[in-house]
């Protein structure tokens, strides 16, 4: 019977992976002022269009 030699896996420091993966703090803001932006421009934009077609049910109803 053979049996496949097992694949070694590689190690990785724990420190290399946390200093990756901590995100800068002014580009953290950056990206949590700019999600909030898109956010509130949605909401505006199809608080517009909810509008919008209220004002045309309530003209079809008029006629």
Same mark, same amino acid.
Not at 5 to 29: D, F, H, N, Q, R
């Given at each position: 019977m053979t049996t496949s030699?097992?694949?070694?896996?590689?190690?990785?420091? =724990? =420190?290399? +992976?946390?200093? =990756?993966? +901590?995100?800068?703090?002014? +580009?953290?803001? +950056?990206?949590a002022r700019a999600k909030a932006l898109k956010k509130w421009r949605k909401q505006e934009r199809l608080r517009f269009f909810f509008g919008w077609c209220a004002g045309c049910h309530a003209l079809g109803f008029s006629f």
């Open positions: 030699p097992s694949i070694a896996s590689e190690v990785v420091p =724990a =420190a290399a +992976l946390t200093a =990756a993966a +901590l995100p800068c703090p002014k +580009l953290a803001a +950056l990206k």
